[in-house]
């Protein structure tokens, strides 16, 4: 059997993913690793098997890739934008590195189709921050912008010369109730709606007018996962597709908050994240996504918010919160 391979699993994206590909394909068709694994890692109805795998290790990834006849792996292990900034020696091996060893074990097997996120980091300060186009300016400044700009020519290369089939998104911000972000530059997004419900209030580490786009983890599941199902002939792009769904500042998630959670107070203190998040988009065009492999988002700023609350609150009362 030709099973799903995720490296990064147990991170904010990788354990929704994994709960996806585990209900869609069964358990025992999804190889769940990490570089620490949590301690429920192989509980319930979850994967099929869970490995430590650190992605710096190529012979490692090989192995594993070659131990459980993979056929499709979801690479998602990476250090990202804000803690990155904090090491960038070791951001740039495992972002690059990591990749570079998913990809060359995915060589070695015929027809494994490979997805790898980058970021709306890829952009820089030169690229339009409105509606910002799918192909155009990209001189990111922070080695997480940087790793992942070249991680989409990599993917490209593998492409063209190897016949790798890497697909990937450039994600938004991701915004979820599930697993905690993991030290990025619009994690306040999700630690407001934290804060909100334990602590009545928060203060953003960003400008109360800051805009970025964002995404909810439903439609960014879907998106993975749709991209990853079209037929090869329909892509006009392999790495970097531009995904949209709604672009708000802090000071607008706030004010929807507050709607739900009366006397919520948010303030702003802008940190060294807040040169970060300006040298990004505002919104973004995703008019080529939409065509070539109908992606379509389901939640807007609204939309999301009662349902994160939800979700937040039901947790609040299992005593998981
Ligand atoms: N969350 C977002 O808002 C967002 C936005 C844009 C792009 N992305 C991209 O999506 C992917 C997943 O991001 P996430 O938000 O789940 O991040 P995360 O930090 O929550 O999870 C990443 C996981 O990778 C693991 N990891 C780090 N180094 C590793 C190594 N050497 N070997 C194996 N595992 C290692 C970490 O332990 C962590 O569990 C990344 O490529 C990230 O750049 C995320």
Same mark, same amino acid.
């Given at each position: 059997?030709?099973?799903?391979?995720?490296?990064?699993?147990?991170?904010?994206?990788?354990?929704?993913?994994?709960?996806?590909?585990?209900?869609? /394909?069964?358990? !025992?068709?999804?190889?769940?690793?990490?570089?620490?694994?949590?301690?429920?890692?192989?509980?319930?109805?979850?994967?099929?098997?869970?490995?430590?795998?650190?992605?710096?290790?190529?012979?490692?990834?090989?192995?594993?890739? /070659?131990?459980?006849?993979?056929?499709?792996?979801?690479?998602?292990?990476?250090?990202?934008?804000?803690?990155?900034?904090? !090491?960038?020696? =070791?951001?740039?091996?495992?972002?690059?590195?990591?990749?570079?060893?998913?990809?060359?074990?995915?060589?070695?097997?015929?027809?494994?189709?490979?997805?790898?996120?980058?970021? +709306?980091?890829?952009?820089?300060?030169? =690229?339009?921050?409105?509606?910002?186009?799918?192909?155009?300016?990209?001189?990111?400044? =922070?080695? @997480?912008?940087?790793?992942?700009?070249?991680?989409?020519?990599?993917?490209? @290369?593998?492409?063209? /010369?190897?016949?790798?089939?890497?697909?990937?998104?450039?994600?938004?911000?991701? +915004?979820?109730?599930?697993?905690?972000?993991?030290?990025?530059?619009?994690? @306040?997004?999700?630690?407001?709606? @934290?804060?909100?419900? =334990?602590?009545?209030?928060?203060?953003?580490?960003?400008?109360?007018?800051?805009?970025?786009?964002?995404?909810?983890?439903?439609?960014?599941?879907?998106?993975?996962?749709?991209?990853?199902?079209?037929?090869?002939?329909?892509?006009? /792009?392999?790495?970097?597709?531009?995904?949209?769904?709604?672009?708000?500042?802090?000071?607008?998630?706030?004010?929807?908050?507050?709607?739900?959670?009366?006397?919520?107070?948010?303030?702003?203190?802008?940190?060294?994240?807040?040169?970060?998040?300006?040298?990004?988009?505002?919104?973004?065009?995703?008019?080529?996504?939409?065509?070539?492999?109908?992606?379509?988002?389901?939640? !807007?700023?609204?939309?999301?918010?009662?349902?994160?609350?939800?979700?937040?609150?039901?947790?609040?009362?299992?005593?998981?919160?």
């Amino acid at each position: 059997m030709k099973r799903i391979l995720i490296t990064g699993a147990f991170g904010q994206i990788g354990t929704e993913l994994t709960a996806a590909l585990c209900e869609r /394909h069964g358990g !025992d068709a999804v190889v769940a690793t990490g570089r620490h694994l949590p301690q429920d890692a192989a509980s319930g109805d979850g994967p099929g098997a869970v490995e430590r795998l650190d992605v710096i290790d190529a012979a490692a990834v090989a192995d594993v890739v /070659h131990r459980y006849e993979i056929g499709a792996i979801y690479h998602l292990a990476a250090i990202l934008s804000a803690r990155g900034e904090r !090491d960038p020696e =070791t951001t740039w091996q495992i972002n690059m590195g990591g990749l570079r060893n998913v990809l060359n074990a995915a060589r070695q097997i015929s027809g494994c189709r490979v997805f790898w996120p980058s970021s +709306i980091a890829a952009f820089g300060p030169e =690229t339009p921050r409105e509606c910002t186009p799918q192909d155009t300016v990209m001189r990111p400044t =922070t080695m @997480y912008g940087i790793s992942k700009v070249a991680g989409e020519l990599l993917g490209d @290369y593998y492409f063209h /010369h190897y016949g790798v089939d890497v697909r990937g998104i450039r994600y938004p911000g991701v +915004i979820s109730s599930g697993s905690p972000p993991g030290g990025g530059t619009t994690d @306040y997004a999700v630690d407001m709606f @934290y804060a909100a419900l =334990t602590k009545g209030g928060y203060t953003a580490f960003v400008r109360e007018d800051c805009v970025l786009p964002m995404v909810y983890m439903p439609d960014c599941i879907a998106a993975s996962l749709k991209l990853m199902d079209a037929d090869l002939p329909a892509l006009s /792009h392999h790495n970097g597709y531009n995904i949209a769904s709604m672009s708000f500042s802090a000071g607008e998630l706030a004010e929807e908050i507050k709607k739900h959670v009366p006397g919520f107070v948010c303030e702003y203190a802008p940190d060294e994240r807040q040169s970060i998040a300006d040298s990004w988009p505002r919104s973004i065009d995703d008019a080529i996504a939409r065509r070539d492999w109908g992606w379509q988002p389901q939640y !807007d700023l609204a939309g999301m918010t009662v349902h994160m609350l939800n979700e937040l609150r039901r947790r609040q009362e299992a005593g998981s919160l």
